[in-house]
């Protein structure tokens, strides 16, 4: 899975200490092996019917968003970035590859079909560059080096 590629690689070095602090309510929760990571309820295993969280990141520096895993429901479950509402596969999320963070995010799930959800860390640009390499990611989607980032 892309979460296997990337957490051996990717864990040291990208603490929360680094880049700074998640802020959670509701049923989603810090990443236990990485607290600069957030965590879709029950993850990895899949998330509830009619669950919700939000989830705000307390920035020491610029920091951007890099998709471990991403699989809910498409249309129905989703996360709010940004303005915009993402859900399906990770393919189909790929514009949050790097996106700056800041801002509330807001999951939530519908009354019907789950799947596993998600895992997305704060990374310094610079980290969440070098990681978005290892994903296996085809298609339309543009991964680093050749996606450009704007701060």
């Excluded at 957490?7 to 990443?31: F, K, L, P």
């Excluded at 799947?115 to 296996?136: D, F, K, Q, V």
């Amino acid at each position: 899975s892309a979460y296997n590629m990337l957490s051996s690689a990717h864990n040291a070095g990208s603490t929360s200490a680094s880049v700074g602090s998640w802020e959670v309510t509701g049923a989603c929760q810090v990443a236990p092996d990485d607290g600069a990571c957030i965590l879709s309820p029950n993850y990895p295993e899949e998330y509830g019917n009619g669950q919700s969280c939000n989830m705000s990141f307390v920035a020491n520096d610029t920091a951007v968003l890099q998709v471990q895993h991403f699989d809910t429901e498409s249309f129905y479950d989703g996360l709010w970035i940004g303005g915009g509402r993402f859900s399906g596969s990770l393919q189909e999320v790929c514009a949050l590859q790097c996106h700056r963070l800041d801002g509330e995010i807001v999951w939530s799930s519908d009354d019907s079909m789950n799947a596993t959800g998600w895992r997305i860390c704060a990374r310094s640009p610079s980290n969440a560059t070098l990681a978005m390499e290892a994903l296996p990611v085809s298609g339309p989607c543009q991964v680093a080096p050749s996606y450009e980032m704007t701060f």
